[in-house]
């Protein structure tokens, strides 16, 4: 590990203009390219104490061994150099989207004597026209074979086409009328030409001239009786109907643009284009990436669209929307407009329907991040891997083959809750998942609750495993309903077997915690350690320091997994308890009664308060109610104080207990308990 200091430039002799500069190792490798609109002062903060650097930044600069950078004249000359270079060099910690497969595209070659149609990939050609991309090349070929009917330009290959004029015989396509046959020289190489620019100005979206033309063609061949040319024109505008519907219609105007959205973690990126052409989405494309170095959102934009227009050659479009705009965003406009040769507006959609097409790239972004991540974790090698790195770093006696995370979840002190998520052998056991109410005290404190939790989970399974005489059990009882679920005895289901590892979700004051739980138990057979969300560190108990997984460890992406899946089912049961507390009325709380009971008593006696006088008897003439509920129905709701009524905030009055209390609340008076339902 080198010592930045070693090779730091004197600040006087780092320029103030804008240029790029590269960190090389000691191998003279490039491993990181940047672009600063001041030099010096973009330089200077890779030099500070290692402490104040973010964990990637302190990475990358450890490792370099030198930094040299080339002065340039404005910020959009950096900007080209940067991906000249990043494509150059490749270095190990820059961004670098990966293309899942090369998308295939639609490709009319106006650049021949005889154009063509075909479908290419890879990068494009001067003076060949493009149209997509396209996700499957089966999808262009259905549409081309739609559009031959109409457009009948040649595709076949030039060896095809020099045999075909040798012999002076056309293909099949020739024969059943989907080319015109230009090799035997049916039309000439203008009316070629011609059919093939009618194709491109139609796949451009231009389609309301050629569909009106030739319903004119068609209504005219009518009149004069020229039935079977009519059927013809018919059969024609019908498939160049279809093709139209192959491309659904986002935009009521000739919209030109790309959409762009990211979905981002902590060490993964995906980004989804739509390509919208003519006012319709004419294709798709995306990519993942690993974030090796520290960037944002912004950031992330901005090297997708230096990849999506500077390496592929992909035609830049009118309208370029994205999530966030790169900071600055004056240099990438510049960019844009020169590459397309006219100024090209780039900005964040606002409202309308290009706002809603933004959730749905958005949506997908999120999608395909998930599925590369569910694709990463379902392979068993993987899982194997990221397994042994975790018993190595934290140093193991075995691979930890079943993994338990805790996580705490309230919202400003209030409905403090937590969860228990199960990973075996790497994947998700969502059947052993508990939740946990926080009961030995009130108000918030992490490091408290944790201890509770922790200490409940495992005085569980002491007393569990007493029934089997394996083990002893602390005089202290504890509460049996945490995990709210319960066998048919009435009694909580049973906890598994322990875990090899314990994760909880925090720093040192959190496994000092569950430590202490622990201690407390007698238990000393459990690994334990916490994961800082901040610096994705992993906590020891006891150590000072903490552990730092490679960023690209496996077994630090499945902590994160873990982590990440008990924190959702943390607050998933949190905002669930925090709403049925908020909507709860006084029925909700009466033991053995559900909701359609509820709505029985409250529909036949048509208010709380006539509820609240009625008898035991005149509770047992509701249909469903039994002597022995309409007995703690009548207990449950005496021991209350009745709510204040109800009160007309229009005219004034109170209203009477005739009122259903199963609608909508008028208004009402402050309540004297949280827990009354308001009439």
């Not at 909580?492 to 000092?512: E, I, N, S, T």
């Not at 053995?592 to 005149?618: C, I, M, N, P």
């Amino acid at each position: 590990m080198a010592d930045p200091s070693t090779y730091r430039p004197a600040p006087g002799a780092i320029p103030t203009s804008p240029g790029v500069y590269k960190f090389r190792d000691a191998h003279d490798r490039v491993i990181y390219v940047g672009k600063a609109k001041n030099l010096r002062q973009r330089l200077t903060s890779y030099f500070q104490d290692l402490s104040g650097l973010h964990p990637r930044t302190a990475t990358m600069v450890t490792t370099a061994a030198s930094v040299e950078w080339t002065v340039v004249g404005t910020e959009v000359e950096a900007l080209q150099l940067e991906y000249s270079w990043i494509k150059e060099f490749d270095p190990r910690f820059n961004v670098k989207y990966r293309d899942d497969k090369s998308y295939p595209e639609l490709a009319v070659t106006l650049n021949e004597e005889y154009p063509r149609v075909q479908v290419m990939r890879g990068a494009h050609k001067k003076g060949v026209r493009y149209f997509g991309p396209y996700g499957h090349a089966w999808a262009i070929r259905e549409t081309v074979d739609l559009l031959l009917r109409v457009f009948p330009v040649r595709t076949c290959s030039n060896g095809v086409f020099k045999r075909a004029r040798q012999v002076g015989r056309p293909c099949l396509l020739g024969y059943i009328g989907k080319c015109a046959a230009p090799c035997v020289g049916k039309v000439t190489e203008e009316e070629h030409r011609a059919l093939a620019e009618d194709f491109c100005d139609f796949m451009a979206g231009r389609t309301g001239n050629f569909l009106r033309r030739l319903e004119a063609e068609m209504q005219e061949a009518a009149e004069e009786m020229e039935y079977e040319k009519a059927a013809r024109l018919r059969d024609d505008i019908g498939a160049l109907k279809r093709a139209m519907e192959k491309n659904a219609i986002v935009f009521t105007d000739a919209t030109d643009a790309d959409l762009l959205a990211v979905a981002e973690d902590e060490l993964e990126a995906a980004v989804q284009i739509f390509h919208v052409r003519g006012g319709r989405v004419r294709g798709q494309r995306g990519w993942v990436t690993d974030k090796v170095e520290d960037v944002d959102t912004p950031g992330l934009v901005e090297h997708a669209l230096q990849q999506l227009y500077g390496g592929s050659g992909e035609s830049v479009p009118r309208e370029v929307l994205v999530p966030a705009l790169p900071e600055p965003s004056g240099p990438i406009r510049d960019w844009l407009g020169s590459l397309r040769g006219s100024q090209v507006d780039l900005r964040i959609p606002q409202r309308g329907d290009k706002k809603d097409l933004m959730a749905t790239v958005q949506r997908n972004a999120q999608q395909a991040l998930a599925l590369h991540k569910t694709k990463r974790a379902s392979d068993l090698t993987t899982r194997s891997r990221a397994l042994q790195e975790i018993a190595d770093a934290l140093e193991l006696d075995s691979v930890p083959l079943r993994i338990e995370c805790y996580d705490i979840s309230h919202l400003q002190g209030e409905d403090v809750v937590a969860s228990m998520v199960v990973f075996e052998d790497g994947l998700a056991r969502k059947s052993e998942y508990r939740r946990f109410q926080i009961k030995g005290f009130a108000g918030q404190d992490d490091v408290r609750s944790m201890h509770e939790v922790i200490g409940r989970r495992f005085r569980r399974y002491l007393q569990e495993r007493e029934q089997t005489g394996e083990w002893a059990v602390p005089e202290e009882d504890d509460d049996q309903a945490e995990d709210g679920t319960r066998t048919e005895d009435g009694r909580p289901k049973r906890f598994a077997y322990p875990p090899q590892l314990l994760v909880v979700d925090g720093g040192q004051p959190q496994v000092a915690a569950a430590k202490r739980a622990l201690d407390e138990l007698g238990i000393d057979d459990v690994a334990l350690c916490g994961l800082a969300k901040r610096l994705e560190e992993v906590w020891l108990p006891g150590e000072d320091d903490p552990v730092v997984l490679p960023r690209s460890s496996e077994g630090l992406y499945l902590l994160q997994r873990v982590r990440d899946e008990a924190h959702r089912f943390a607050i998933t049961y949190q905002r669930a308890k925090r709403s049925k507390r908020l909507t709860a009325g006084e029925l909700d709380s009466v033991p053995g009664l559900g909701e359609t009971r509820r709505r029985a008593l409250l529909k036949h006696f048509g208010s709380l308060k006539r509820l609240r006088a009625a008898t035991v008897d005149e509770l047992c003439e509701v249909p469903g109610i039994g002597r022995r509920t309409a007995e703690t129905v009548a207990a449950a709701l005496s021991s209350r104080t009745p709510a204040a009524p109800a009160v007309n905030t229009a005219t004034g009055e109170i209203i009477e207990d005739g009122v259903d209390e199963t609608a909508a609340p008028v208004a009402a008076a402050p309540q004297k308990a949280p827990s009354q339902e308001t009439p």
